[in-house]
């Protein structure tokens, strides 16, 4: 099943919480929408399944208008952020009741039902817990009791509201393998929502960046991480190192220093972003760049150190490999391998 | 300038570790006195006038208790405060379970006034309440030449009886549940839509379960106040004997007219509705904390 979603627009009171997205979704695709809390995404994802109604703008499933039909006949599959359980059902109620509250004509028989949500018990590895109540349960299986609860009506979409928000960090990294092996497995035409780089990057074919209830850029993980199409993608998508620059007459200064590097069309007061990793080091004079070495930690592979750049001394953060040993005091000089120069001092 | 940091964490550490020290070594003699005084309090107050009830009640033996009671006029007042409550509750049930429902789920203009509205009548003076009614329907009211000419008994009849209580008693339902939905917020029934159940389906199996407990409280307050409703009642009914005295009215008039052991005989039953209550409410707040307890995200 495709989503198409056109000119969107949301409305709290005076507030845009949406403004005018557009989103297509391939038939089986898993998109990861992106973005910091408050972007919308929540409003999106309600707006798709029927829950919340938008002021103007589109939504349609295979073509076909959704917004004539209620949650109810929609189809979706809706995994929410606090799982909404019903918290006085049990595990195997909770799982059965999608599938109870059927139009009597195509409601399935007891046998049916219980089969059926044994498998999809099964699916989530949770068949054991099926006599126990939500409260028993801990984060990570409930979250996965919502998501066997939501798969049990065979929606024809499923949307996952930032579904491992609330666990630790052990427990998301798996989640996140198993639910691409899930999609993998039943390829259900899918929007998983999270505020997390790493997580949208890792789980998702595709990743739609949102902020203030615009979308700033689709891609594929690669795509935006490489090729941030704005200076706020770029900062919220992997760590970078930014500096205020000015351009002028194709020249970019930092302060007064000029830094003999490409200004890639922008003008005017702009921001220079490099990531931490694309920082090169070298002697004093080979790099546009000066500094000195204020304190070095190593991890792994990498050492980072904070270089206070010379001139006004600020701080940057830079990863580099450990087969150039870096000292506290040392003098050196920064060449940034791959940047970005975005205009605009917002 | 310099500044002297006094309260480093250690000195507030033992300042406290001091304090609770001390609340442990309360000389026995201060808390003997504090315990002491609340007992008394509660003896003077509570427990005495409830055995002086019981104990004039029976005052002439069993068998005159048990007469009194089973007076027509008795009777009568026993049945008309069982009818009125029953329906009172009933309608508070559904009022107050609509209006829970409108404020805790939904936003919309105007829900603060009805929030105030809802708390009207425990504001506002029995009596007033009462002749709230009276004005309305009352010969000289706004509704009583109409009724009137129509031969409908509205005043010192059942039925402003029965207004008039589920006026006074309307907020118990409410009150109870408003804060109860608005803790649990509306995603458990937004899942359940989204399942595709219908909203009367949703109600019943996801709203109801969640909120039986503070219901059954809401109910049980509602329906003592309603037994016991002395003032609002007092102003719409009319005392007429054996028709229109509900329990608390008919202990009044008994009393006045110096038939002590009927009067406590009555007012017997409306002590043992209220033990009752006490009892039954105890046991509901253990389930109503029970039922909340586990939420660990
Ligand atoms: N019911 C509401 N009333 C008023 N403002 C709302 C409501 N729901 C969301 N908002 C606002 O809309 C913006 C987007 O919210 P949301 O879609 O929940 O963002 P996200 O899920 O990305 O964190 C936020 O600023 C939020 O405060
Ligand atoms: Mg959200």
């Given amino acids: 099943m495709t989503i198409e979603v056109r000119n969107i627009v949301k409305q709290y009171g005076a507030f845009k919480a949406l403004d005018n997205v557009d989103l297509r979704v391939a038939d089986g695709e898993l998109l990861a929408l992106l973005g910091p809390s408050g972007s919308g995404k929540t409003s999106l994802l309600r707006i798709i399944a029927g829950l919340d109604w938008p002021d103007a703008g589109e939504v349609s499933f295979d073509g076909e208008n959704a917004l004539a039909r209620g949650a109810g006949e929609r189809h979706v599959g809706f995994v929410f952020q606090h799982y909404a359980l019903f918290r006085h059902m049990s595990v195997f109620e909770n799982v059965a009741f999608g599938l109870r509250v059927q139009p009597r004509a195509v409601r399935k028989s007891e046998a049916q039902i219980r089969a059926r949500v044994k498998e999809l018990l099964d699916l989530v590895q949770l068949d054991w817990l099926a006599n126990r109540y939500p409260s028993q349960l801990s984060g990570g299986q409930r979250q996965r009791i919502a998501l066997a609860r939501a798969l049990a009506i065979e929606p024809r979409i499923l949307l996952l509201d930032e579904p491992f928000g609330a666990l630790d960090a052990k427990v998301r990294k798996e989640l996140r393998q198993w639910l691409r092996t899930l999609h993998e497995e039943i390829h259900v035409t899918s929007i998983f929502v999270t505020h997390d780089q790493e997580e949208a990057l890792e789980v998702a074919n595709r990743v739609v960046v949102m902020d203030k209830g615009k979308i700033e850029q689709i891609g594929t993980p690669g795509d935006v991480y490489d090729n941030p199409a704005t200076a706020f993608v770029h900062s919220f998508i992997g760590e970078s190192i930014v500096l205020p620059v000015d351009v002028s007459g194709g020249q970019v200064k930092l302060g007064h220093r000029p830094l003999n590097i490409d200004a890639g069309g922008a003008v005017g007061p702009s921001k220079l972003f490099v990531r931490r990793h694309d920082m090169q080091i070298g002697p004093v004079g080979e790099g546009a760049l000066e500094g000195t070495v204020r304190r070095v930690r190593t991890f792994g592979p990498i050492q980072r150190a904070d270089i206070a750049l010379s001139g006004d001394d600020t701080l940057v953060e830079i990863d580099a490999p450990r087969d150039r040993p870096l000292t506290a005091g040392d003098a050196i000089s920064l060449q940034p391998r791959r940047y970005r120069i975005f205009a605009g001092q917002e | ?297």
């Avoid at chain 2, 570790?17 to 509570?46: N, Y």
Wanted: net charge negative.
């Fill in chain 2, 1 to 297: 300038m310099t500044i002297t940091i006094i309260n480093s964490p250690v000195t507030v550490e033992r300042a406290q570790s001091v304090a609770r020290q001390d609340l442990h070594t309360e000389p026995w003699l201060v808390r003997g006195i504090i315990i002491g005084v609340a007992v008394m309090f509660l003896t003077v107050f509570v427990v005495l006038p409830l055995i002086l009830v019981f104990s004039e009640a029976l005052s002439k033996g069993v068998g005159f208790y048990l007469a009194a009671l089973a007076d027509s006029e008795a009777l009568s007042a026993i049945w008309l405060t069982l009818i009125t409550a029953v329906i009172s509750v009933s309608l508070n049930l559904v009022f107050g379970v609509a209006a829970a429902w409108a404020v805790a789920k939904f936003e919309f203009r105007g829900k603060t006034l009805l929030v105030t509205l809802i708390d009207l009548p425990f504001s506002v003076s029995p009596v007033i309440s009462g002749l709230v009614f009276v004005l309305l329907f009352g010969a000289q009211g706004f509704f009583g030449p109409w009724l009137m000419s129509h031969g409908i008994n509205i005043l010192f009849a059942v039925p402003a009886i029965v207004l008039a209580t589920t006026f006074v008693t309307f907020p118990f339902v409410a009150r109870e549940l408003i804060p109860l939905m608005q803790e649990q917020g509306s995603q458990e029934e937004e899942a359940a839509i989204s399942l595709g159940a219908s909203g009367w389906r949703t109600f019943v199996v996801v709203t109801l379960p969640n909120i039986k407990w503070g219901l059954l409280y809401g109910v049980l307050l509602c329906n003592a106040r309603a037994m016991g409703e002395f003032g609002a009642v007092s102003v719409v009914s009319g005392h007429i004997r054996g028709e229109t005295n509900t329990m608390p009215l008919l202990v009044e008039i008994l009393y006045n007219e110096y038939q002590l052991v009927a009067s406590f005989a009555i007012a017997s039953l409306l002590a043992l509705l209220a033990l009752l209550t006490l009892i039954a409410k105890t046991i509901l707040e253990g389930q109503i904390e029970e039922g909340q307890l586990p939420r660990d995200d």
